[in-house]
């Protein structure tokens, strides 16, 4: 097993070095300001220029984002600036900086966020003896959606870090801390339904008191930022996008869930029967993720772990809205899995190397869904997913039986 995972580490460093140098032929795209990061550091400037509460007027958003960029063209001339107020106090200190320059700091800070929340994770819940450190880092430096986040200066990198600390916290039995960074993950809020619904199912009410207090932080930065008028635009605006379809950068049927799959399908001929779909499929998954952490809920039980694994599956698989970048997320059930094989000796060996490889088959597969997508109807991430979602329930399932 040992000589497989060195294998595999001389084919992770290869591809990381490949992905340094796809960076440095876009180095000329990213200087240009063609990139996701546009939306960050254009609504950054609007705060700087004290335009707080017209922050989510999209006819002032265009101005400004012309301003910064006025040999750049994005399709349909905006790249819109559509997450909470709050985010932007991670931003604001870039404004000061040329774009160019600002990107780059955003880079080396998302970089630091990947590297402290992995290194977290391998020491709180793999082996003591650090078994498959050097292969889990490098797996995951060579994530391609890790890339993406870097190559677009996106947020997951973030929202990586503070689902790692709440499952830390939570390990840790401090519930209270757990709910306080689950609440900064109110940034990208579309993935923390499944999870506040089961925290209130398993009445886990410090940690629900953590997030109330965190989100209540968050909402008065916000009314700091942009004044009662800028969060009334920013709520109009949430529910504007919903009905979002080809427009602003929104393209439901290329989303990384159950909802961009069924869209692809079925929206443009029956859009109805899409949306229905995916409401019962969404439904279905809960139902399933329910029934799973039904029980006591015990941080020591040696499954904690792949069913924490297991909720974050299913909540980026039945969020309405998942961007590639996002997937770099998976990094956490990724590694939960991965420690938890080489942490439990009631698997085989047999069960260890077959999830082993799909780290080698997850790389392939996500590079392969941008191009397949563009022929056929079909997310081979979402697939994935959902395969990766059933080997998760198999091994809890095989696991009970063991211990019986």
């Not at 000061?96 to 709180?124: E, H, Q």
């Not at 930065?221 to 929104?250: C, D, F, P, Q």
């Not at 393209?251 to 990384?256: F, K, L, N, Q, R």
């Not at 297991?310 to 059930?333: A, C, E, K, T």
Request: glycine share 6%; net charge positive; charged share 15%.
């Amino acid at each position: 097993m040992l000589t497989n995972l060195r294998r595999m580490e001389i084919f992770f460093a290869i591809l990381i070095m490949a992905y340094v140098f796809m960076a440095w032929k876009a180095s000329n795209r990213i200087s240009q300001g063609n990139s996701d990061f546009i939306i960050y550091y254009t609504a950054a400037q609007m705060i700087k220029e004290d335009q707080g509460q017209s922050l989510y007027d999209l006819a002032l958003q265009k101005q400004f984002q012309q301003k910064i960029l006025s040999a750049i063209h994005f399709q349909e001339e905006l790249l819109p600036y559509n997450h909470p107020p709050f985010e932007l106090i991670w931003f604001r200190p870039l404004a000061r900086f040329p774009y160019l320059t600002a990107f780059l700091l955003w880079d080396t800070f998302s970089f630091i966020c990947f590297g402290l929340g992995l290194m977290v994770l391998i020491k709180g819940s793999g082996p003591h003896n650090g078994e498959g450190a050097v292969f889990v880092i490098l797996g995951s430096l060579a994530f391609l959606p890790l890339f993406v986040t870097l190559l677009q200066g996106q947020d997951s990198a973030m929202v990586f870090l503070f689902l790692v600390l709440t499952f830390i916290n939570l390990k840790k039995l401090r519930d209270a801390r757990a709910g306080l960074c689950l609440s900064l993950v109110l940034q990208k809020f579309q993935i923390l339904i499944p999870i506040l619904f089961l925290l209130l199912a398993k009445k886990r009410w410090k940690v629900l008191g953590g997030f109330l207090a965190g989100g209540g932080v968050t909402l008065l930065i916000s009314l700091n930022m942009v004044g009662i008028n800028g969060l009334k635009r920013y709520l109009l605006l949430v529910i504007e996008m919903a009905t979002w379809v080809n427009h602003y950068g929104i393209y439901p049927s290329t989303m990384h869930c159950l909802r961009g799959q069924i869209y692809a399908f079925w929206f443009e001929s029956h859009p109805n029967l899409a949306m229905g779909i995916t409401i019962a499929t969404v439904v279905s998954m809960l139902g399933l993720l329910f029934k799973v952490w039904k029980g006591k809920w015990d941080v020591h039980e040696p499954t904690y772990d792949l069913k924490f694994a297991l909720l974050i599956l299913i909540s980026l698989l039945v969020s309405p809205h998942v961007n590639f970048h996002d997937l770099s997320l998976l990094l956490l059930p990724a590694v939960l899995i991965f420690q938890f094989l080489l942490r439990e000796p009631n698997v085989s060996s047999q069960t260890r190397l077959t999830s082993i490889a799909l780290f080698l088959v997850c790389f392939p597969l996500l590079l392969s869904t941008l191009i397949v997508s563009n022929l056929v109807p079909i997310q081979l991430s979402v697939w994935g997913l959902l395969a990766l979602t059933g080997l998760v329930m198999h091994q809890l399932k095989v696991f009970e039986i063991v211990r019986k």
